[in-house]
């Protein structure tokens, strides 16, 4: 089962799977042999653990080139983690051959530090399909299983003239009419990515999506499609579709008011705006963080070279993070400092959002957007960034919180009438009290 299932590419005999686990160049065609050479680095380090050449402090950490990651808490998330980096591996080849083959599409330009940077793995991967519930902890095996479920579903009549391919997932009752669209269906409930970009290592479900990610970055006098609600700009008129998707908020927070357009993006809020928990500590102070990117910004502080340095010809500018030296380059050689952000009540200017925020509360007593953690600012025709005031809701999103809060204004109106009711009586209680002892009502 292991090394069956869906054909991945149609050059996969010829991918090249190179381990960049430290120094080690091992090159194999075979995805079944590169993770059997992984394996063997994993099994070698866990036997290492706590002698004197071990390469990382910490018991389970991750040795792949451009990575760090450690594991807390077992060698087993190590394992999960490694096994990822031999997927993605061979995402980025098949996105190798897929830029290849497009000719007319420029090569990724964004900065290559996050090539090998994978998604953060909670639990071991988990088949769901009916009266399965295999589990796995190397990703490619679990795709593979899964697809196989799709390749190997009967079909069931359901008229007289049609039949259909029914998903035997917990809890689904899609079907589909062809078994390739069974299969991309239940890529819905892995997550299963199939391309990966082989310069930033963005992972992608489908090659227009990948292909997308090159065209927004092609010069910005190629994108003559304008967001009316951001002003931002876009090389296709779908890459703008799909986009403009992305300001209508479909989710509402359990919590607070927040609504959010991706599941994803609502994951994301509460972590960050409810949870207290900061499992990423520095080994060199006290501080933790929320995710690994943070900790990764926050340890370049503690070096005493500088990490960056100002590609401007002849500048010897230096800073030990990115956005001090984007900062730089804006103000320096692109001559970014006038005032760019404009106030919509009193059109008093400034150069900074924060700057502007802070006039808003201040000045103007404006406050934070229920349940956002920020104002935003939209550009507008003159050059000006401006407070939005605009929040986007989904017709479904908008019905569930009008009959929200219908049931609360409801049960307010309920608790109130009871409040009512419970002092009438009470009053006629005592009237009737009063009338019968007739003493203690004089009294």
């Not at 430290?22 to 042999?33: I, L, T």
């Not at 994993?42 to 706590?50: F, M």
């Not at 594991?71 to 490694?82: F, G, N, T, V």
């Not at 479920?149 to 009419?177: M, Q």
Request: glycine share 4%.
């Amino acid at each position: 089962m292991a090394g069956k299932g869906i054909k991945r590419s149609s050059n996969s005999s010829s991918l090249l799977l190179q381990c960049e686990w430290g120094p080690c160049s091992y090159v194999s065609s075979k995805m079944e042999d590169f993770c059997a050479h992984v394996s063997d680095h994993l099994r070698v380090q866990q036997l290492s653990n706590g002698q004197e050449h071990v390469d990382c402090e910490d018991e389970y950490c991750c040795l792949w080139q451009g990575c760090g990651f450690f594991s807390l808490d077992s060698p087993e998330e190590l394992a999960r983690h490694l096994y990822f980096h031999c997927y993605h591996t061979r995402l980025k080849q098949v996105g190798l051959q897929a830029l290849q083959s497009q000719q007319d599409l420029i090569p990724c330009q964004l900065d290559t530090q996050s090539r090998n940077m994978i998604p953060e793995l909670q639990d071991n991967f988990v088949c769901m399909w009916e009266q399965c519930e295999r589990v796995f902890d190397n990703a490619e095996w679990y795709y593979r299983h899964v697809d196989a479920h799709g390749l190997s579903a009967e079909y069931e009549v359901a008229s007289k003239e049609n039949r259909v391919l029914v998903c035997g997932w917990k809890d689904c009752d899609c079907t589909c009419k062809s078994r390739c669209k069974l299969r991309e269906h239940l890529r819905s409930h892995t997550q299963e990515k199939v391309v990966s970009c082989p310069n930033c290592g963005g992972m992608f479900s489908n090659n227009t999506k990948f292909y997308d990610h090159l065209r927004r970055q092609t010069s910005l006098d190629q994108h003559r499609f304008q967001c009316t609600h951001c002003s931002k700009r876009f090389a296709t008129e779908r890459l703008l579709r799909d986009h403009m998707r992305n300001h209508v908020n479909h989710y509402k927070c359990p919590l607070c008011d927040m609504t959010c357009p991706l599941p994803s993006t609502l994951r994301t809020h509460i972590r960050f705006r409810h949870s207290d928990e900061r499992p990423f500590k520095c080994d060199h102070c006290d501080y933790s963080c929320k995710n690994l990117v943070d900790l990764r910004k926050h340890l370049d502080t503690h070096s005493k070279l500088p990490a960056y340095c100002c590609e401007y010809e002849d500048c010897s500018f230096t800073a030990r993070s990115l956005c001090s030296v984007k900062a730089h380059y804006r103000k320096v050689h692109e001559g970014d400092s006038a005032p760019r952000y404009k106030c919509h009540v009193c059109e008093k200017c400034f150069t900074r959002g924060n700057n502007l925020t802070v006039h808003l509360r201040k000045k103007h007593q404006f406050k934070w957007p229920s349940g956002h953690p920020r104002f935003r600012y939209k550009e507008h025709d003159d050059g000006f960034l401006r407070l939005q005031m605009v929040r986007y809701e989904s017709v479904e999103l908008t019905e569930q919180l009008m009959k929200e809060r219908e049931k609360q204004e409801a049960t307010l109106d309920e608790v109130s009438a009871c409040l009512v009711l419970s002092q009438e009586g009470s009053t006629g209680l005592e009237s009737a009290d009063f009338g019968r002892t007739g003493i203690e009502k004089d009294y």
